[in-house]
C-alpha cells in the first residue's frame, strides 16, 4: 500500500467549474501536508502548504485537512483553462522532515 | 532568484550504457534532493543532501545509482549501468534548508529514455 493514494483521473471539467481534488495517506507519522501543480515537461510547484487539520485558502485555492480521517483536499474555484496541469499531494513526517512522499497525481483539463 | 538549473533536458541511451545529470541548485539551498518519477507516477525520493552529507539514501538501487554534491553545490546523479526501467525523469529540488516549513523548489528535469 502506498502511504499517499491520489484519486486517479484524468478529470474534466468547463470552465469556472470548482474541481475538488483528493489524497488519503496511512501513516500517521505524516503531520504537513502541501498540494504541488506540474504543467506538463516542467518541474512540480509548490501551490498550497497546510499543518494542522482544517481549511487553508489562497485566492482561488483552498486546502483542506482531516488528520482524523486521514484526508486531504484540495479545491480550486472559477476554474480556468491555465489550470490545466497534474496536482500531486505530498505529506512530510516530523522525524527527517525535508523528506516529501507524493501521490501519482491527478491530471486536470479545464475546457473554454 | 534563479531556479532550480538541471542538465541535460533530454538524453537517449542503451541499456547497459553509463549516464550522468547535473544539478545546481537555488543560492544558498542547504538541502538538496534528487526524485525519480516514472510516466504516471508521482516523484520519488532517491536521495537527499544536507550540505554535502546523505540524510536519506534508502530508496536508491546503489548496486547502479550513485549521487556526490561538490562542495556542499552542485550534484551529479549516475546511473550505471542503465536498465530499461530507468526510463524516467530525474528531477532535482533544493530547499533553504530540511525542516518542515521550507519548500520544495524543482527543477524542470532531465527525460532519461533507455532503449
Known amino acids: 500500500q502506498k502511504e499517499v493514494e491520489q484519486d486517479p483521473g484524468p478529470l474534466s471539467v468547463p470552465e469556472g467549474a470548482i474541481v475538488s481534488l483528493n489524497c488519503t495517506y496511512s501513516?500517521?507519522?505524516?503531520?504537513?501536508f502541501m498540494w504541488y501543480r506540474q504543467y506538463s515537461r516542467k518541474g512540480p510547484e509548490l501551490l498550497m502548504y497546510?499543518?494542522?487539520?482544517g481549511n487553508k485558502e489562497d485566492g482561488r485555492f483552498t486546502a483542506q485537512v482531516d488528520k482524523s480521517s486521514k484526508y486531504i483536499s484540495l479545491f480550486i474555484r472559477d476554474s480556468q483553462p491555465s489550470d490545466s496541469a497534474t496536482y500531486l499531494c505530498?505529506?512530510?513526517?516530523?522525524?527527517?522532515?525535508?523528506?516529501?512522499?507524493f501521490g501519482d497525481g491527478t491530471t486536470l483539463t479545464v475546457k473554454p | 532568484e534563479a531556479g532550480v538549473a538541471q542538465s541535460p533536458r533530454y538524453k537517449i541511451i542503451e541499456k547497459r550504457q553509463s549516464v550522468a545529470f547535473w544539478c545546481n541548485p537555488i543560492?544558498?539551498?542547504?538541502?538538496l534532493y534528487w526524485y525519480q518519477q516514472i510516466l504516471g507516477q508521482g516523484p520519488k525520493l532517491l536521495i537527499q543532501?544536507?550540505?554535502?552529507?546523505?540524510?536519506?539514501d534508502s530508496q536508491l538501487p546503489k548496486d547502479r545509482f550513485s549521487a556526490e554534491r561538490l562542495k556542499g553545490v552542485d550534484s551529479t546523479l549516475k546511473i550505471q549501468p542503465a536498465k530499461l526501467e530507468d526510463s524516467a525523469v530525474y528531477l532535482c529540488?533544493?530547499?533553504?534548508?530540511?525542516?518542515?516549513?521550507?519548500?520544495?523548489?524543482f527543477g524542470n528535469g532531465t527525460r532519461l529514455t533507455v532503449t
Open positions: 543560492s544558498g539551498h542547504a538541502t
Open positions: 505530498a505529506s512530510r513526517g516530523s522525524t527527517n522532515a525535508g523528506k516529501s512522499t
Open positions: 529540488a533544493s530547499s533553504l534548508d530540511s525542516q518542515y516549513n521550507s519548500p520544495l523548489h
Open positions: 497546510t499543518y494542522s487539520s
Open positions: 543532501f544536507q550540505n554535502n552529507g546523505v540524510v536519506d
Open positions: 501513516n500517521s507519522a505524516f503531520q504537513y
